[in-house]
């Protein structure tokens, strides 16, 4: 459990830096405008429920306190916002798209 937290801790600081230095710019170029910015909720998501999972198992938190309730429901919190963000986001420019070949087909 600890090596998969670990490099879950990792990739997502890894894709949150990409997102921002190209990832970002490359989507938003290729159309992709909503989805672009939405985009690294994920990544968050995933950083603080790896976070969270390293603080529980070295024993930062302590099992059944108020903070270990909290954290067990956060990150699922989190990954709802960033499914359904990533949804909107997603749908909104791909009714863009279809907008804007329709028009130039005209």
Same mark, same amino acid.
């Given at each position: ?39 690294? !909720?994920? +990544? #968050? /998501?995933?950083?603080?429920? *790896?976070?969270?999972?390293? @603080? ?21 919190? !989190?990954? +709802? #916002? /960033?499914?359904?963000?990533? *949804?909107?986001?997603?749908? @909104? ?14």
């Amino acid at each position: 459990m600890l090596p998969g937290l670990v490099v879950g801790l990792v990739a997502s600081r890894l894709m949150i830096v990409y997102w921002f230095y190209r990832l970002r710019s490359v989507l938003a170029e290729k159309g992709w405008r909503y989805t672009s910015h939405l985009w690294v !909720l994920v +990544w #968050i /998501a995933v950083f603080f429920g *790896s976070a969270s999972g390293l @603080l529980r198992m070295s024993t930062v938190i302590q099992e059944g306190s108020t903070i270990d309730n909290m954290l067990l429901y956060t990150p699922a919190i !989190l990954y +709802w #916002i /960033a499914l359904v963000a990533l *949804s909107t986001g997603m749908i @909104l420019d791909a009714v863009k798209r279809r907008a804007n070949i329709q028009h130039n087909r005209l």
